[in-house]
């Protein structure tokens, strides 16, 4: 897990509230406060390749979920997070 965020207590309330990220800097703390994970170059190019490839169950269960377009927002996240690390 990465530092804790500087944040504004409005704002970390929010995020902790939230049960599907708006934004990427939601998403990110998410995914490195709320679940612990870290967004490290492999898990995050794991993330994408699956996340990608229609042929996945985890994929396709996603995207049954939370729909087609929350999952291609989520790519782009991860995306994002990539370029970033």
Known sequence: ??????????????????????????????????CGLRLTPDYIQQRIGILTDPRQEETQRFARTYGNAYLAQVVAWFERAAAAS
Request: net charge negative.
């Open 1 to 34: 897990m990465t530092e804790e965020p500087k944040l504004d207590p409005a704002t970390r309330a929010r995020y902790e509230e939230e049960r599907f990220p708006q934004n990427y800097e939601s998403w990110r703390y998410c995914i490195e406060h709320k």
